[in-house]
């Protein structure tokens, strides 16, 4: 045979090769997705929202998925402890063979795991963990939840706006609350406001008088009171109810933890009036949000109320879902990054949200909210809204 | 500043009362029968939702829901110390300790699956909100009544304890165990009585004192630590024990805490080290 | 041959110190265990170091017989020894580990002059404040340990600069189980010597040591020191194996799952934790997210039945049975 035929035969051969496995039909293709939570522990509560967000999505749009690529969750339960989250992740690494990681409540549990990351390529989406510096621990990170500084830095901000002139910050005595206050002192400061004084308590505390006593003391046009959410808030509310803050004429602040919107009904009256700042809140009015709480009471009943846990889970999901969308559930860690690091999602339940590409950080709308009562249930209602704020601790603190 | 001393006081006595209350059940019954008891709290965080969920769910006005939170709990009780905790009266401390922390894992449990994840509210009836004006100053009504339910609680076991045949009896076991059964004072009702009273009463701090310690699943291990420090710098077995660390425990922490907000949760156990390392027994407990 | 029961019973009290043939069967199953199950090193890393430190807890608890709820105390001082000095430049693990243990050992020597003179109550209270404190000065020097984020940035030299430590948790692995091993010697040792003895005795019959002369006080006080130890060894194999220490290493409920894990085993029977901790752990990784509501439930239950009807745990089934 004469080597221009041969030739041609290979390349007849070639081409229908090709052709005929253009038009197989696509292998199924199993995306494996593991999720790191704190189902026991003390954060269970926040851990069950945060599943069930994530979950509702899944539910909703996994008709949306590219024929033949189906989704599978694994979840793992942290136990609220670090090294047992690294373990789950090496784990779900693997031997699990798992394609990306998500959740995540507490940031040390994020810490521990993060060098795994990047050791051994795997994306991790976080939906919860706060800390600032979790992004920067390894480069296949990325955020959909929000930090502290992004809420408490835009609220500094604003409550200089209002004419206060003097302010008191009180936060619990660990990071979170120090980054409440880290932020809340330069939005504050930036306004041309004036901090009296900061304290710090202790994390675990039954009553809070003594500490709310000196912001009694001091006056101050605005107080900072952030504490954790639960048993602590209720306590932190009684005290200044027991006290009179408000009736002193001390305006109140705080982040969104301090009263979440599942708690809110169980408050009583005294949280009325509070202002928070927080990346979403149940009583928003914008369409998704309604077609989000609409979705949410059907598949779990009107007596379950979604927040802020259960929308970063769900939005983290719809990352992951248009990932695979995008990739047909074929990517690679480098490849997944890329996506990830530019996604956008302007049709959030929180409004609109974008991931920055520089820090892999979350950008979004913070809403100031007051508690106002509605059909004579207590709400977070939205009074003002500063758009797209990126976390502000990055901005400030480039890395070196 | 005068002002921020007698507010600070006022509030720290009625954390006291509500610590007092709760924990003197403790003291007894430790004293008595000889049981590290580290489930006492879920007494007082049943009653504590015994009395919320009246309330709210049923609307019964605070006096009846009060007592109802004291003698559910005291009820409770009975069984739980007639079935499992009898066993162990004088016995090994490591198996009290690890018996009771089960019971605490279990109410935790069974308290979010009764009643759900989230804290109770509590709201004081409306005749006991606001503020009560003593002329000089205002203080919190509630509060307020806190201080007084425990003044006269206190009187009302000492006079008990002191003018009553049964309180004879109980001191009588506690000095002696062998010497009271001896005299014919049958011991084991005592203990099953004085259980009753002092979960009962743990019951009553626990309701009385929901709009302090926060009524949730995890009461019982959330203020666990508080109420062994009641009893073990108070001493066992003693009425007056409990009361002397609860005031040192609920003023003086909280008027550390207002002084030196930021060293405050080194405070309540430097405290309890010292007293402790002084008199191991506690203050007024047997040596 | 003497073959009446009495010199039938000096002779198996004498060879009790001898190492029975039985006693090889958990390590090896451990060595087994790597090549039969290699998906699940890193859980078998983190059982050897938990198991070690189970291990100090019965030491304290079931030979010297003091109630302690501050065993995590150790586990954490060792934890952050090692972890501050693979985060400030220092990484090499068998040195780290030593210094860890001895750090830790200081802590215990330190803290037990001072409490050990009280007992019961007081005592236990006084272990539960030397704990707390010791998490909230954690969380102040944030500097220096993280403060609630955790030590990160901590860089773990490969052990002999040849065994990095690895993803699968190989290196991890045989380095447990290794430290394991050397600390069960040490355990097992202590418990057979006349020095043990004397603890038992001291456990069960103080009065009477005293009147034979027997230094209790120091006794108790050196086993708390070898205790604190081995459980500050163990939170050094945390560290170094995660890369990462928390806050958690210090926390109550950290103290607690090893009493835990110590009675489902059997307390003072020395091989209590070998049973009670793969019980315990694999269990809980199994079943704590199915239903983390009915996991307390169980748990809970689980040691109220042990505590009334299996007072010696698993063992104590065994020994009940054999008998």
Known sequence: MSGKSSQRRLSVVATALFSALALMPAQAQTVKIGIINSYSGFVAQAADEMQKGIDLYVKLHEKDLPAGVKVELIKRDDTSNPEVGKRLAQELITRDKVQALMGVILSPVAAAVAPLTAEAKVPLVLTNAAGVQLTRLSPYIVRTSFTLWQECDPIGKWAAEQGWKTAYTEVSDFIPGHDSEGAFIKGFTDGGGKIIDSVRFPMQNPDFVPFVQRVKDAKPDVALLWVPAQTQATAMMNAVRDLGLREAGIHIVSAQDLLPDEELPKMGDTPLGLITAGNYSTAARRPANQAFLAAWAKEYGDQSIPDFFSVDGWDGMAALFDLIKETKGNFTADQAMEFLSHWKNPDSPRGPIEIDPNTRDIVQNIYIREVKKIDGKLANIEIATIPMVKDPWKELNPPK | ?287 | MASDPRSAAIDAFARRHRYHGLEAVPWLIAVAGYFALPGYLPLGAQIFATILFVLSADLVLGYAGIVTLGQAAFFGTGAYTAGILAANGWGEPLSGLLAASAVAAVVGFLSGLIILRTSGLALLMQTLVVATTLYEAANKAGRWTGGDDGLSGMEVWPIFGLFRFDMFGRVAYFYCLVVLFVGWLVARQLVHSPFGRSLTGARENTARMHAIGAPVAFRRLIVYTISAALAGASGALIAQTTSFVGLTSLSLERSGNALIMLIIGGVGRLYGAFIGVPLFMIAQDRFSEVDPVYWYFWLGLLMVAVVVFARGGVLGLFERFWR
Request: proline share 4%.
């Open chain 2, 1 to 287: 500043m005068i002002e921020a001393i007698v507010s600070i006081g006022f509030h720290g006595l009625a954390f006291a009362m509500v610590l007092y209350l709760i924990s003197v059940g403790l003291s007894v019954t430790m004293g008595l029968m000889g049981f590290v008891n580290l489930a006492h709290g879920v007494f007082a965080m049943l009653g504590g939702y015994v009395v919320a969920r009246l309330m709210n769910r049923y609307g019964v006005p605070f006096a009846l829901a009060l007592p109802a939170a004291a003698i559910a709990s005291g009820l409770f009780s009975i069984p739980l110390e007639r079935v499992l905790y009898r066993r162990f009266y004088g016995g090994e401390e490591l198996d009290q300790v690890l018996l009771t922390m089960g019971l605490i894992f279990m109410s935790v449990a069974g308290a979010t699956y009764v009643w759900g994840p989230l804290t109770q509210h509590m709201e004081p009836p409306a005749w006991l909100s606001g503020e009560v004006d003593l002329g000089f100053r205002s203080f919190p009504a509630y509060r307020s009544f806190l201080i007084v339910c425990g003044a006269v609680l206190v009187t009302g076991l000492w006079l008990g304890l002191e003018r009553t045949r049964f309180g004879a009896q109980i001191r009588a076991a506690v000095d002696n165990l062998r010497m009271a059964q001896s005299v014919g004072i049958n011991t084991s009702r005592l203990f099953m009585l004085t259980f009753a009273l002092g979960s009962g009463l743990a019951g009553l701090g626990g309701a009385l004192g929901a709009d302090l310690l926060a009524i949730s699943p995890s009461y019982a291990m959330q203020y666990l630590v508080y109420f062994i420090i009641v009893v073990a710098v108070g001493g066992l077995g003693s009425i007056r024990g409990p009361f002397v660390a609860a005031l040192l425990i609920g003023v003086a922490d909280t008027g550390f805490k207002y002084l030196l907000p930021g060293l405050g949760a080194f405070f309540i156990y430097a405290l309890t080290m010292v007293l402790l390392l002084w008199r191991p027994q506690g203050l007024f407990g047997r040596a």
